[in-house]
């Protein structure tokens, strides 16, 4: 397990079930707990991770991940870390102190802290002004414009003029595309009611090169 982590460029899912694991595996100091956190740290081998937690309490602590993919998750600390690309998604009380990050893309994350962290002007510009999603949300409702339209003209189809298999694949498709978007408009909304990330420090503004040349393999 240490030598599969260890490898380059390696893609790796942390979970409840394999984090347990690697606190066999790797002796991982802590419980798991508020008080007591997993913590994993000193890994600097341009790890992809994949990480999607609720269950546990967990450091990522001076890690060089070249990127870093956190989805429904909470409890999470990461902490003087190098971090290429990072994407947070529909993510709760995550916390990111003193590292360094190429670029970042956050979904749905709200009630989430990020205090002196290193980041490229323009991408730090992104983050706080939650550009990633208002961008995505143009396009959900694009999509859930598609979607009704489909479903409407389908059902016009098949009430006045004849049953087809094309209008039912449309109808198929509008009422699926239709119900997606409309449960990700939904979630959208609902989030007004969490309180929002909070920005406490940005750290000097990094150049590109300077973060780029933390992933130079020799």
């Not at 260890?6 to 984090?19: A, D, R, V």
Request: hydrophobic residues 40%; positive net charge.
């Amino acid at each position: 397990m240490l030598e599969k982590l260890k490898k380059k460029s390696i893609k790796y899912k942390l979970n409840s079930e394999t984090i347990e694991n690697l606190k066999e595996t790797l002796g991982l100091e802590g419980e798991g707990t508020r008080a007591s956190p997993f913590i994993i740290e000193n890994l600097r081998d341009f790890a992809e991770i994949s990480l999607r937690t609720k269950s546990i309490y967990l450091v990522l602590r001076k890690l060089t991940i070249n990127k870093l993919s956190i989805i429904d998750s909470e409890n999470v600390i990461i902490k003087d870390c190098i971090i290429k690309d990072l994407e947070i998604t529909a993510c709760r009380n995550l916390k990111f102190i003193r590292n360094h990050i190429g670029s970042v893309k956050q979904l749905l994350c709200r009630d989430c802290y990020f205090d002196n962290n290193s980041i490229l002007t323009d991408e730090y510009s992104k983050l706080i002004n939650n550009t990633y999603e208002r961008r995505t949300f143009v396009f959900v409702w694009i999509c859930l414009s598609i979607g009704m339209l489909f479903t409407f003209f389908s059902v016009v189809s098949l009430t006045y003029l004849y049953l087809s298999l094309d209008s039912v694949i449309f109808l198929i498709i509008g009422v699926s595309l239709s119900i997606a978007m409309g449960y990700m408009l939904s979630l959208h909304f609902r989030l007004r009611q969490v309180p929002q990330n909070k920005y406490i420090k940005y750290g000097a503004p990094v150049k590109e090169e300077s973060i780029t040349s933390f992933f130079e393999i020799e």
